[in-house]
C-alpha cells in the first residue's frame, strides 16, 4: 500500500504543477504586465475540456449559415458550464452570430446580486430586429433555440433522416452535455472570490472563438466564471467569414480564441495565457485550483489528517506504545526541532514549508507569488513516506504537530504565527486571501517587527 504512494504523488504533481511563468506574447504586446507562475489552466484542465469538447461533437464547431441578417444578438445572459447555455452558444457558433455583450450569471455574480438577469432566467438573450431596433427577450434554451430555428434556418442534409442522426444521436449528445459539465467540475459556475471588489474594464473585452474544438477556452467552463468581465463574442467557428478578419489583425494567424482589451491595449492568444491575464488585470488575484481543494477538503483534512498525526511521532522515532528504550532521545529531538522552526519561522516574514512532489504545496507557493510578497520556503524532502522525507525532517513534523495541532504541509507562518496550510487550518491561507486579511496580517506583523528593531 505505501509502495504505490509515490508512483500517485508523482502523478498529481505532474498534472496540477505549476508551469514555468506567463509571459504576454511579444508580438502583441502593447503594455507591460507582470508575469504569473500559476497553473491555470494547468494539464487536468487541458484533458478534461479537450474531453468535454469530444463529448460534444460536431457541435458547435462549425458554420452551418453564414448570411446577413436584420437582427442583433444584444445581450446574452450565460453561465459557461451549464447544460442549459451550452447549446445556445453551440448554436450561435454554427450560425455564425455575434453577441454585442456576453453577461456572466453565475450565482453570486454581479449580475446575479444587481437583479439585471431579465426575470432571473439564465440562459436568457436579449435581440432586436428590423430598421425600429425594438427588442425582444427570450427566455430559456428551448425558447431560443426555437427562435433561432424560425429566424435563421439550416438546410437539411441528406442524413438528418436518417435513424442515427433523428433516433441516436439526439440522446446521445443531451448525455454528452451532462458529461462535459461533469468533467469541467469546478469550472465555469461558481464566481471566483477574487472577482469579489476587483476592477473591471470600462470597454467590454472582445472575444473571437467558438463554442466547441478549443483544448482550453478562456471563460467559463474553462476558467472560473468569476475571472469573466463581461465580453463582446465575436463567433470564428471553422467556416466563418471573421476568420479572415482575425488574420488580417493578427498578421496571418486565425487561432482562437483570442482576446482584445481595448482598455489596456492587449491583444492575445493561447488560453493559458489569456486565462491568467484576466485573473492578474480583472482579478484581485489567480486561485488555487479547486479540484485541490476538494480533495482536501473530503479526503486529505478527514482521511488523511488522523493518519498524517499517528505517523508523525512515530516517524520521529517514538515506539507505538508511546515508550522506547530511551524517551529522552525523542524528546530531545523533537525539542530541537522546535528550537529550529522557531528560528527558521521568525527570521522571516513568511515562512511556508513545503514538499516537493506536493502539488498542494506548489499551489501554496504560486498563490504566495502571484500576491507578490516575499517568503522563504524550505523543504522537508520530496514527500512525507519514509525514503522521501528529508534528514531531520521526521522530527520537525512531530514537533509542527505538537506546536500547531497539525503535521501535514504546506505550512505557513507569518512572523512565526501558523496560519495553517492553503486549504486547511486557521485560518488558511487561502481563507485569510479571499477575506482580504492575509496582506493585513503581513502588515501588522511587519510593523510589530518595526518597533521591536527601534
Not at 101 to 108: M, N, R
Not at 112 to 137: C, H, K, Q, W
Request: include cysteine; aromatic fraction near 8%; charge should be negative.
Amino acid at each position: 500500500m505505501i509502495s504505490s504512494r509515490p508512483h500517485f504523488t508523482i502523478l498529481v504533481s505532474l498534472l496540477f504543477k505549476p508551469g514555468a511563468g506567463f509571459v504576454l506574447p511579444e508580438q502583441r504586446k502593447k503594455s507591460s504586465s507582470s508575469g504569473l507562475r500559476m497553473s491555470i489552466p494547468n494539464a487536468f484542465d487541458t484533458l478534461t475540456s479537450g474531453l468535454s469538447s469530444i463529448c460534444r461533437l460536431p457541435k458547435g464547431t462549425t458554420v452551418l449559415r453564414s448570411e446577413s441578417s436584420d437582427i442583433t444578438l444584444l445581450r446574452l445572459y450565460d453561465i459557461e458550464n451549464s447544460v442549459e447555455c451550452r447549446p445556445v452558444r453551440e448554436r450561435i457558433t454554427e450560425l455564425d452570430l455575434d453577441v454585442g455583450l456576453v453577461v456572466p450569471s453565475a450565482v453570486g455574480g454581479s449580475s446575479f446580486r444587481d437583479g439585471t438577469i431579465p426575470s432571473g432566467v439564465v440562459p436568457s438573450l436579449v435581440v432586436a430586429e428590423g430598421g425600429n431596433g425594438e427588442e425582444t427577450t427570450l427566455f430559456g434554451t428551448e425558447e431560443i433555440i426555437s427562435f433561432f430555428d424560425a429566424r435563421f434556418p439550416v438546410p437539411k442534409r441528406d442524413d438528418d433522416d436518417d435513424v442515427f442522426s433523428s433516433k441516436i444521436l439526439p440522446p446521445l449528445l443531451s448525455a454528452g452535455n451532462a458529461i462535459a459539465s461533469a468533467l469541467r467540475f469546478g469550472r465555469g459556475r461558481d464566481v471566483s472570490p477574487s472577482s469579489v471588489e476587483a476592477p473591471r474594464p470600462k470597454n467590454p473585452l472582445v472575444l473571437y472563438s467558438y463554442e466547441e474544438g478549443q483544448p482550453i477556452l478562456p471563460f467559463g467552463s474553462r476558467g472560473p466564471d468569476g475571472a469573466r468581465p463581461p465580453l463582446r463574442l465575436v463567433s470564428s467557428g471553422k467556416g466563418s467569414r471573421k476568420r479572415a478578419d482575425l488574420a488580417a489583425r493578427t498578421g496571418g494567424s486565425s487561432q482562437c480564441p483570442y482576446l482584445v482589451d481595448e482598455d489596456n491595449g492587449i491583444e492575445m492568444a493561447e488560453s493559458a495565457d489569456i486565462v491568467r491575464y484576466l485573473y492578474k488585470t480583472y482579478g484581485r488575484y489567480v486561485p488555487p485550483n479547486k479540484l485541490l481543494g476538494v480533495i482536501s477538503r473530503f479526503i486529505m483534512v478527514p482521511l488523511g489528517g488522523p493518519i498524517f498525526r499517528a505517523t508523525a511521532p512515530l516517524q520521529a522515532g517514538k515506539s507505538l506504545w508511546g515508550e522506547s528504550e530511551d524517551p529522552s532521545i525523542y524528546e530531545a529531538d523533537v525539542a530541537k526541532a522546535k528550537e529550529e522552526i522557531l528560528r527558521e519561522t521568525s527570521a522571516d516574514d513568511i515562512v511556508i514549508y513545503t514538499y516537493k512532489l506536493s502539488p498542494f504545496s506548489s499551489e501554496a507557493t504560486e498563490l504566495l507569488r502571484n500576491l507578490e510578497v516575499p517568503f522563504k520556503e524550505i523543504s522537508f524532502g520530496n514527500e512525507w513516506i519514509p525514503g522521501l522525507l528529508a534528514d531531520g525532517c521526521a522530527a520537525k513534523r512531530a514537533a509542527l504537530l505538537e506546536m500547531t495541532g497539525m503535521s501535514s504541509l504546506p505550512h505557513i507562518f507569518i512572523r512565526g504565527k501558523s496560519i495553517g496550510g492553503i486549504y486547511s487550518g486557521s485560518p488558511s491561507l487561502l481563507k485569510a486571501v479571499e477575506k482580504g486579511t492575509f496582506m493585513d496580517m503581513v502588515a501588522e506583523f511587519k510593523n510589530t517587527k518595526d518597533e521591536v528593531t527601534v
